[in-house]
């Protein structure tokens, strides 16, 4: 089976002028989509194999530092794979396992990924968190780039119902500027969180079904 797939990366450096990042996008994103533009569920459901025993049956995480992959934006996946190709993101499984795919791999996984029912894992936020969680959503822009259920949209992720450990890593990375921004947005964004705020909005974000 095969789908319409759109390969979307970003140049090895950080562009933080949203034009001069937008462009830079366009550009090799064409460059590299008249390589593999059809991407194949089937074969990348094959490759993903792999993946499972880290990212759970299908993409479902049960594994609360690991990242669910099920129902993901197909473009946040293959953004994410090309940053950890290139070396812009490192992870000592990702980077090694990111260096040997091609652009047809990484759509192919994506596509598969994303074809996926994203079945939660339990997780109860506190009260607290369900009580301010929404207006901090608002606050700091997620609503506005990850989609009012923050399902996420064209490269920009889902993180609705993702594993709350993973969750708060990223944002704590992102606040302290180690976690690699392709255009700047999240780390602007997190720099402005207090410590409880980060709390609170991973905890509300991961209980979202």
Partial sequence: MKTSSSFLISSQRVVTHPVAALFLCIAI??????ASFAA???????????CMS???PA?????????ALAGQTAQAITTSLYHFREGNRKNPVMSPFAANLS?????????????????????????ESL????????????VQCHGAA???????PRVSGQQHA???????????????????????????????EIEILADYISGLH
């Fill in 29 to 34: 994103t064409f460059s590299l989509e008249s």
């Fill in 40 to 50: 194949d569920i089937e074969a990348g459901k094959q490759k993903a194999q792999v």
């Fill in 54 to 56: 880290c990212h759970g």
């Fill in 59 to 67: 993409g479902n995480s049960e594994i609360a530092e690991i990242p």
């Fill in 103 to 127: 652009n047809a791999d990484m759509n192919n996984l994506a596509a598969y990924f994303a074809s996926e029912k994203r079945i939660p894992a339990p997780y109860t936020p506190s009260a």
């Fill in 131 to 142: 009580a301010q969680g929404p207006e901090l959503a608002k606050k700091y822009n997620c």
């Fill in 150 to 156: 923050l399902l996420g949209q064209q490269h920009i």
């Fill in 166 to 196: 993973y969750l708060l890593a990223q944002l704590k990375g992102f606040k302290a500027t180690t976690r690699y921004d392709m255009d700047g947005n999240m780390s602007s964004a997190a720099s402005m969180l207090k410590d409880n």
